[in-house]
T-cell receptor, first 116, second 119 residues
Framework: GENVEQHPSTLSVQEGDSAVIKCTYSDSASNYFPWYKQELGKRPQLIIDIRSNVGEKKDQRIAVTLNKTAKHFSLHITETQPEDSAVYFC???????????????FGAGTQVVVTP | DTEVTQTPKHLVMGMTNKKSLKCEQHMGHRAMYWYKQKAKKPPELMFVYSYEKLSINESVPSRFSPECPNSSLLNLHLHALQPEDSALYLC??????????????????FGAGSRLTVL
């Protein structure tokens, strides 16, 4: 099955700086890579996702890049703000068969702390 | 309506109790999920229902019994739980495109969760 590794486990940044979180995956069949943000006591919320037919996607201050050859994908947050403080989870799944498309494999998570 | 609603928000139960967690969505999604999340850990998949049929059971102990009575509702029946089952139980839903062949991956919408404490 799919295995997703996520680094770093904690990330402290000054407000206004950039933050980068990296994930690697093992299953070359994986073709969907979402990122979820979970604030303390709240539900995971999708912040951005990328599919295997593109290499980069951007949404305002957030961007995700995908390198299929190296099997890794990264989340980039620019101009960080205190409200970006949360746990961020990367995930991967393959939608190729009915056996796999429900199995979203999460990384271990990154605690991001943005200090003013 | 773009939400997944879970009840109750908090549940405390003894090891001999029987209780149920409920989940509801009205987005027309035909795939629904139960995840378990321990503190400071990622969500772990428990069950997936596709078109009201159980399609994935991730070797979950039988003291957890899922039920999907219709396309909008998902229940998780709990019986004889252990203290280590204490966790946040998250329901999620997504569109389900087709039943076989090439499926385009789905965006999951999570509910706020039911925090379960087993004494």
């Amino acid at each position: 099955g799919e295995n997703v590794e996520q680094h770093p486990s904690t990330l402290s940044v000054q407000e206004g700086d950039s933050a980068v979180i990296k994930c690697t995956y093992s299953d070359s069949a994986s073709n969907y890579f979402p990122w979820y943000k979970q604030e303390l006591g709240k539900r995971p919320q999708l912040i951005i996702d990328i599919r295997s037919n593109v290499g980069e996607k951007k949404d305002q201050r957030i961007a995700v890049t995908l390198n299929k050859t190296a099997k890794h994908f990264s989340l980039h947050i620019t101009e960080t703000q205190p409200e970006d403080s949360a746990v961020y989870f990367c995930a991967a799944t393959s939608s190729m068969t009915t056996d796999s498309w429900g199995k979203l494999q999460f990384g271990a998570g990154t605690q991001v702390v943005v200090t003013p | 309506d773009t939400e997944v609603t879970q009840t109750p928000k908090h549940l405390v139960m003894g090891m001999t109790n029987k209780k149920s967690l409920k989940c509801e969505q009205h987005m027309g999604h035909r795939a629904m999920y139960w995840y378990k999340q321990k503190a400071k850990k990622p969500p772990e998949l428990m069950f997936v229902y596709s078109y009201e049929k159980l399609s994935i059971n991730e070797s979950v102990p039988s003291r957890f019994s899922p039920e999907c009575p219709n396309s909008s509702l998902l229940n998780l029946h709990l019986h004889a739980l252990q203290p280590e089952d204490s966790a946040l139980y998250l329901c999620a839903s997504s569109q389900a495109v087709g039943r076989g062949g090439l499926l385009w991956a789905n965006v999951l919408t999570f509910g706020a969760g039911s925090r379960l404490t087993v004494l």
